[in-house]
C-alpha cells in the first residue's frame, strides 16, 4: 500500500538523518573542579580552528560545565587559580594560568605557564581524535582526561596527572605565592632557557633531545603526562572521532576515582594502573534520547495508523533539526 511505502521512505529518512546527526556532533567536554578552591578554566582553539561559545569561565569547588566543540576542532583546555579582579584598575587576572586578556574570557589569549595544559586534535588522521596531558610548560594543578564512551581499544583511555606538584617541586622550578608556599612548578625549559632543556637548535630532534632528571621528575609523578616535547610513545591517547565525549577534571580525588584502565603503548611505563572515574561526577548522555519522547508503542503493532504517520513526521523533523543544529550550522 502506498501509505506502506511512504512510512518505510520515512523511517529510512529518519535513521539517515539521525545518524548523520550523530556523525555531525561536536564532542562535548565536561570540565569538572574537584579542587577545594575555585578553578578558572581557558579554552584556546588552535589556529584555524573555529571558536568555542566560551574561552573562559568560574567553576566553583564541586561544579561541573559542559563546553560543545565543532567538528575537527583543536585546542587546548587548562585551569587558572589564584584568580580576581584588580581593585583599582578592574584588570581581571590570575596568578597561575592567566591567559593575559584581562577578563575572565581569555578571548584568543593562551596560557601562561607554568601551566598544566590538556590537548585536543579531534577528527585528526585516520579518523581519531588525538589528545593528551602536558607537563611540557610546567605544571599548576592536577588534571586528568577521561573519554566517555569511545572506540580505540587501549589507546583510548584516561591521562592526566593525579598529582599535585607544587609542593615537591625542585627548588629551581618553584612557583611560589606570596606565602611561599608553591603554587605551580616550571618547566626545565622556562626555568632555564638552554636548548637541551628546550629540545631547540642542536637538539630539536628525538634523538637528540632525551629526558632530563628534571623532566623525569614529572614523568615519575605522572606517567601518562607529556614530561617534555618528545615523550610521545607513552603520553598521546585516541579515540575513533565521533564516538565519544571528554571528561576534563581539576584536582581528581584519587580516593573517590573508582575504576582504573589500560591504555598506552607500555603499560609497564604508561601508568596502566591510574584511576580513572569519579564517583561525585554526574556524566552527561550527549546526543542520547534524542526522539524518545515521541515515541508510541501503539505504533509497532499499526505502523499505517494516522498517529503513527505524523510521529513519524515528528521525528524526520527532530533528526532534520539535529543536523541543522549540529556544530558548524550554529
Not at 587501549?154 to 596527572?161: K, N, S, V
Not at 575504576?259 to 594502573?273: D, L, Y
Not at 561525585?280 to 508503542?297: E, I, K, P, Q, R
Request: aromatic residues 8%.
Amino acid at each position: 500500500m502506498a501509505s506502506d511505502r511512504l512510512l518505510l521512505l520515512l523511517l529510512r529518512v529518519t535513521f539517515l538523518l539521525t545518524s548523520l546527526s550523530r556523525a555531525a556532533l561536536c564532542a562535548t567536554f565536561t570540565l569538572t573542579n574537584s579542587c577545594g578552591y575555585t578553578v578558572w578554566p581557558g579554552l584556546l582553539s588552535s589556529a584555524g580552528s573555529p571558536p568555542l561559545a566560551t574561552t573562559g569561565f568560574a567553576l566553583a569547588p564541586g561544579e561541573s560545565r559542559a563546553v560543545d566543540a565543532p567538528a575537527a576542532w583543536s585546542g587546548r583546555v587548562w585551569g587558572r587559580t589564584l584568580c580576581g579582579a584588580d581593585q583599582a584598575s578592574g584588570r581581571f587576572a590570575c596568578a597561575t594560568g592567566d591567559c593575559g586578556s584581562g577578563a575572565v574570557e581569555c578571548g584568543g589569549g593562551g596560557a601562561a605557564p607554568p601551566t598544566t595544559l590538556a590537548e585536543f586534535t579531534l577528527n585528526g588522521g585516520g579518523g581519531n581524535d588525538f589528545y593528551d596531558v602536558s607537563l611540557v610548560d610546567g605544571s599548576n594543578l592536577p588534571m586528568v582526561v577521561v573519554p566517555q564512551g569511545g572506540v580505540g581499544g587501549a589507546t583510548c583511555g584516561a591521562t592526566g596527572c593525579l598529582v599535585d606538584l607544587n609542593a615537591p617541586c625542585p627548588a629551581d622550578l618553584k612557583v611560589a605565592g606570596a606565602d611561599g608556599a608553591g603554587i605551580a612548578c616550571k618547566s626545565a625549559c622556562e626555568a632555564f632557557g638552554t636548548p637541551e632543556y628546550c629540545c631547540s637548535g642542536a637538539f630539536g630532534r628525538p634523538a637528540t633531545c632525551q629526558p632530563s632528571a628534571y623532566s623525569q621528575f614529572f614523568k615519575n609523578a605522572c606517567p601518562r603526562a607529556y614530561s617534555y616535547a618528545y615523550d610521545d610513545a607513552t603520553s598521546t591517547f585516541t579515540c575513533a572521532s565521533g564516538t565519544v565525549d571528554y571528561l576534563v577534571v581539576f584536582c581528581p580525588s584519587i580516593s573517590s576515582l573508582k575504576s582504573s584502565v589500560g591504555g598506552g603503548a607500555n603499560p609497564s611505563t604508561s601508568g596502566a594502573g591510574l584511576p580513572l572515574i569519579n564517583d561525585t561526577v554526574s556524566f552527561l548522555n550527549h546526543g542520547g534520547g534524542g526522539g524518545g519522547g515521541y515515541y508510541d508503542a501503539s505504533c509497532s503493532s499499526s505502523p499505517a495508523a494516522p498517529s503513527c504517520t505524523v510521529l513519524l513526521l515528528l521525528l524526520l523533523a527532530h533528526a532534520a533539526t539535529a543536523v541543522l543544529a549540529a556544530c558548524g550550522h550554529r
